[in-house]
């Protein structure tokens, strides 16, 4: 697939809000962004990878997991090969690395391994009481 490359990570305060980007680029034709569903994950040292929030290849159809919904928002805009999460009323509990992944299909799946999908580098996200 593609390389994906995540920004927006940084440091915040509780209550804070950041928006994290993931740009998809290198795909070989006739591969497009919007052939693919896109998910955020994070994951805290010495916890598994854990997914935050999926979305399919229109936009059409999200997913949340319950420590975020209502305050993180994932979208994607396929004209520009990037997808967002944006994250509102940070807490200290959201510290992690956030990585983004290309799914290899159209719509979000459940993984059963890490290989299922394409990864980002990660971007470090830190939130301080």
């Known amino acids: 697939q593609g390389h994906l490359a995540e920004s927006g990570g940084g440091l915040a305060q509780a209550g804070d809000s950041l928006r994290l980007s993931c740009t998809v680029s290198?795909?070989?034709?006739?591969?497009?962004?919007?052939?693919?569903?896109m998910g955020w994950f994070r994951q805290v040292p010495g916890k598994d990878r854990e997914e935050i929030s999926c979305?399919?290849?229109?936009?059409?159809?999200?997913r949340y997991a319950d420590s975020v919904k209502g305050r993180f928002t994932i979208s994607r805009d396929n004209a520009e090969n990037t997808m967002y999460l944006q994250m509102h009323t940070l807490r200290p509990a959201d510290t992690a690395m956030y990585y983004c992944a290309q799914f290899r299909a159209p719509n979000c799946y459940a993984l059963e391994s890490l290989a299922a999908v394409d990864w980002g580098q990660g971007t470090q996200v830190t939130v301080s009481s």
């Open positions: 979305i399919n290849w229109s936009g059409s159809n999200t």
């Open positions: 290198g795909l070989y034709s006739p591969l497009r962004f919007d052939d693919f569903a």
